[in-house]
């Protein structure tokens, strides 16, 4: 029998409280892991880097980025059982996209150098395309990774785990904390992930989003 999807989506919500003592088993941080992975991105040009926080002393860093107006989220951070940081690069390297091919090589999808050359020239017709005309790359391959983000939420709610996006942080602070822009990267949003707990208020609010008719038009 094929599943119901949707139940995932109409289920999950944003825990806005963590049980700090209970902690997600090891082959289910690897399933949410192996999602990310396998996320698709625009020409397969997986822009992206995951931080994977499970200790106190790594969630503690990034904790570092709540501060001031965002100190809201620094329980949920300091309190989940893990944290991820989703990561986006700063520019489309001559070397990420020579890494990109070689890795497709390796996985057989181009046999002979002329596909290649093929899939090269491609791949820089849309980098091409961002950097001159739409001028636009940054939040080109940041579109990628929240591609990703849906992949980690609708994964941790089928895996019956709480998890919170979060953009209310000071990415500068967190950048230089992780050592990302040194890596050509920066931070994109944090997912904490866990269980929720019994302080969690959002746990039995209900679900609220505009009705089909007003979302969906049929031409």
């Known amino acids: ?11 999950r919500y944003a825990a806005k409280a963590y049980d700090m003592a209970r902690k997600v088993p090891a082959p289910l941080i690897d399933q ?38 965002f100190a809201y ?8 059982s893990h944290v991820f ?11 990420h996209v020579d890494a990109v091919i070689e890795q497709e090589v390796r996985d057989g999808r181009l046999p002979t150098p002329q596909d290649q050359k093929t899939r090269r020239d491609t791949l820089f017709t849309y980098i091409d395309m961002h950097r001159y005309t739409l001028r636009d ?17 609708l994964g941790a709610a089928e895996l019956e785990l ?25 931070s994109s949003a944090l997912v904490p992930v866990g269980y929720h707990g019994a302080d969690d208020f959002n746990t039995n609010i209900p679900k ?10 049929e031409i």
């Open 85 to 95: 940081v989703l990561c986006t690069r700063h520019t489309l390297t001559d070397a």
């Open 32 to 69: 949410l892991r192996a999602l990310l992975r396998l996320s698709p991105s625009s020409v397969n040009s997986q822009p992206w880097h995951f931080v994977v926080a499970s200790t106190d002393a790594g969630k503690a860093r990034i904790a570092k980025a709540t501060h001031g107006m």
């Open 208 to 217: 609220s989003r505009f009705a089909a008719d007003v979302l969906f038009t």
């Open 1 to 11: 029998m094929k599943v119901d999807v949707t139940q995932y989506a109409r289920t």
């Open 137 to 153: 790359p940054q939040a080109w391959m940041e579109k990628q990774t929240y591609i990703a983000l849906g992949f980690l939420l």
């Open 162 to 186: 709480d998890a919170t996006p979060i953009e209310g942080f000071d990415n500068v602070v967190l950048d230089r904390e992780l050592g990302l822009r040194e890596r050509g990267f920066v």
């Open 73 to 80: 989220n620094a329980p949920k951070i300091l309190n989940a």
